[in-house]
């Protein structure tokens, strides 16, 4: 039977499926936000389950207390998120469409992690130069906005990074679309620009790793602040 198995589109999702039901118990709080991004008809393009842990997971590996995501959605991966912080810990979150953001903050107050939360409603090019005003940095930034963007918030994100600030790109590889130098696709011109950014720039030790799963075939990129900014 396993045999039988060839590696595609389904073996990837019930292989999701066995991880997710061994490592991953059903949590009613997570349930609740996806239930409800479903019901509020919201596309499903948050991160598996498996990667919402891995996000956990970095939190606490590197002692992230303040934390920046770009693209709430639902807010299910500022769950995770947020879920791994220390008491003293925060996370701000740019979300541009009022929709969605309506929908993470009624996740966020059933999650009782409003006072954690700081979702910022606007174009995140609008709000990261205020929250350069305000202060940093951040020791963890999670990257999941607009892909055509990228290339344009990587200055911002090192604007409000230190050295030791843990950098997470979503999308990066767009179902392997990304090596195309000729793409029409302005989402996968911002992700190649972004990564040539990433390449070019000795202050930053970047890699990027290829996923498969429920969600198709795409991938991260992860980057450490080396130098000083
Ligand atoms: N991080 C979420 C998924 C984000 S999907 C999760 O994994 O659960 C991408 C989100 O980015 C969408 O909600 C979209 O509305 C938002 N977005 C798109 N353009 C944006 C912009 N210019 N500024 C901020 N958010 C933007
Ligand atoms: C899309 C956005 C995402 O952040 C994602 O993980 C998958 C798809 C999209 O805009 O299509
Ligand atoms: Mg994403």
Redesign the pocket.
């Given at each position: 039977m396993m045999a039988a198995m060839t590696p595609g589109a389904e073996t990837w999702s019930a292989v999701d499926r066995y991880f997710e039901e061994l490592l991953l118990p059903s949590d009613p709080v997570l349930q609740a936000a996806l239930d409800a991004s479903v019901a509020a008809g919201l596309?499903e393009?948050?991160?598996q389950p498996n990667q919402g842990r891995l996000l956990e997971l970095l939190v606490r590996i590197h002692g992230a207390r303040r934390i920046l995501e770009l693209?709430t959605?639902a807010g299910y991966s500022t769950l995770w998120l947020a879920r791994a912080l220390p008491k003293d810990g925060h996370i701000v979150t740019l979300e541009a469409d009022a929709g969605h953001a309506g929908v993470a903050r009624a996740n966020f107050a059933r999650a009782g992690l409003e006072s954690v939360i700081d979702l910022r409603l606007g174009a995140a090019l609008e709000t990261l130069p205020q929250l350069v005003n305000e202060g940093g940095p951040f020791d963890l930034i999670f990257l999941?906005?607009?892909?055509e963007n990228y290339p344009h918030y990587l200055p911002w994100l090192l604007k409000l990074s230190r050295r030791g600030s843990l950098i997470i790109a979503?999308?990066v590889v767009?179902n392997g679309m990304v090596i195309d130098p000729h793409s029409a696709d302005p989402?996968v011109q911002g992700v190649r620009s972004f990564n040539a950014l990433l390449a070019a720039d000795p202050r930053l030790s970047s890699t990027a790793l290829q996923t498969v799963g429920g969600?198709?075939y795409?991938g991260f990129a992860v980057i450490l602040v080396t130098g000083d900014l």
């Open positions: 596309p393009i948050q991160v693209g959605l999941d906005a607009d892909k979503d999308n767009r989402r969600k198709g795409d």
